[in-house]
């Protein structure tokens, strides 16, 4: 389970990416945030060796 504990940080991290994009975008649209959160996904998914 330690490979547990690297993956949730980095999952974390990711999240806190994607909090900080959808506050910085200067016209923040609901379909650019949901682009962000499928990209993290996808993105989290392969950390996780999916």
């Known amino acids: 389970m330690v ?3 690297k ?3 980095l999952f974390s991290i990711l999240i806190l990416i994607l909090v ?6 200067s016209v923040p649209t609901e379909n ?4 962000n959160v499928y990209f993290v996904i996808t993105a989290s998914d ?4 999916g």
Do not use: K, M, R
Request: hydrophobic residues 45%.
């Open 3 to 5: 490979n547990y504990s």
């Open 7 to 9: 993956h949730f940080v």
């Open 20 to 25: 900080h994009l959808s506050i910085v975008e």
């Open 32 to 35: 650019g945030f949901w682009t």
């Open 46 to 49: 392969s950390f996780f060796g």
